[in-house]
């Protein structure tokens, strides 16, 4: 009976150490953080320094030389560029009025996209920290999504993944943020609205794109652009 009651405490314990990891995983990930980067302001200052991006709370802080740290909101930002160690990947965000994601309010306030293409429709992303479970051994690595799994797989239940998924969006010429929820079929509804859906199916088919990778999508969006 004693050793009973043993093994279910520490199961218990090993369940509440294991989510209580998941958990600081999790928050770990929805932080950002640059070596260099240059914040252009409403005010027109620009400031450079290393930059961390808070995803959940939308805010932005810069080190600068003095070694002062500025926080600052999406309303206060024109745009921000960050760059890797190496100065081989460039990414820059800018901020657009958006509904958060509520189709039914009339609400919106700027939150920060980053830009995949720029264009007449732009093609937009942001990434939502999120966790899930599989019994898969090896998960799919999706178009969307980037997969974390630090703590293995457990022959005794599911395994717990945190997991960052790139939401897509296109800015179109109307001002408005629309989410591409199945990027294939509502991509498709506008160019069928523009009577330009023969050219672009040829064009994905002759390329051998997918809907569901972020890269063939940027040149999807971009040859549907210079189409218009």
Same mark, same amino acid.
């Given at each position: 009976?004693?050793?009973?009651?043993?093994?279910?405490?520490?199961?218990?314990?090993?369940?509440?150490?294991?989510?209580?990891?998941q958990?600081?995983?999790?928050?770990?990930?929805?932080?950002?953080?640059?070596?260099?980067?240059?914040?252009?302001?409403?005010?027109?200052?620009?400031?450079?320094?290393?930059?961390?991006y808070?995803?959940?709370?939308?805010?932005?802080?810069?080190?600068?030389?003095?070694?002062?740290?500025?926080?600052?909101?999406?309303?206060?930002?024109?745009?921000?560029?960050?760059?890797?160690?190496?100065?081989?990947?460039?990414?820059?965000? +800018?901020?657009? *009025?958006?509904?958060?994601? @509520? !189709?039914?309010?009339?609400? =919106?306030?700027?939150?920060? /996209?980053?830009?995949? &293409?720029?264009?007449?429709?732009?093609?937009?992303?942001?990434?939502?920290?999120?966790?899930?479970?599989?019994?898969?051994?090896?998960?799919?690595?999706?178009?969307?999504?980037?997969?974390?799994?630090?703590?293995?797989?457990?022959?005794?239940?599911?395994?717990?993944?945190?997991?960052?998924?790139d939401?897509?969006?296109?800015?179109?010429?109307?001002?408005?943020?629309?989410?591409?929820?199945?990027? +294939?079929?509502? *991509?498709?509804?506008?160019? @069928? !609205?523009?009577?330009?859906? =023969?050219?672009?199916?040829? /064009?994905?088919?002759? &390329?051998?794109l997918?809907?569901?990778?972020?890269?063939?999508?940027?040149l999807?969006?971009?040859?549907?652009?210079?189409?218009?």
């Open positions: 009976m004693f050793r009973r009651r043993y093994l279910r405490l520490l199961a218990f314990l090993a369940i509440l150490f294991y989510s209580s990891l958990a600081l995983f999790a928050q770990r990930l929805d932080i950002q953080e640059w070596p260099k980067g240059r914040i252009v302001l409403v005010s027109g200052d620009t400031l450079y320094g290393p930059i961390t808070h995803r959940s709370e939308d805010i932005i802080r810069i080190t600068l030389e003095d070694g002062s740290i500025g926080a600052y909101a999406p309303v206060n930002v024109i745009s921000f560029t960050v760059t890797d160690d190496n100065n081989r990947y460039t990414q820059t965000f +800018k901020p657009f *009025l958006w509904n958060r994601g @509520n !189709d039914y309010s009339d609400y =919106k306030a700027p939150a920060f /996209f980053e830009l995949v &293409n720029e264009g007449q429709y732009t093609l937009v992303k942001r990434e939502m920290v999120t966790t899930q479970n599989t019994i898969n051994n090896y998960p799919m690595y999706a178009g969307y999504g980037r997969y974390y799994d630090p703590y293995g797989y457990s022959n005794y239940g599911p395994r717990y993944q945190t997991i960052i998924i939401l897509l969006y296109l800015y179109t010429p109307e001002k408005k943020i629309k989410a591409l929820r199945n990027p +294939k079929r509502d *991509l498709e509804d506008l160019f @069928n !609205d523009q009577n330009k859906e =023969k050219e672009m199916k040829e /064009f994905v088919k002759n &390329n051998n997918s809907y569901n990778n972020t890269r063939d999508l940027a999807i969006v971009r040859h549907y652009n210079s189409l218009l």
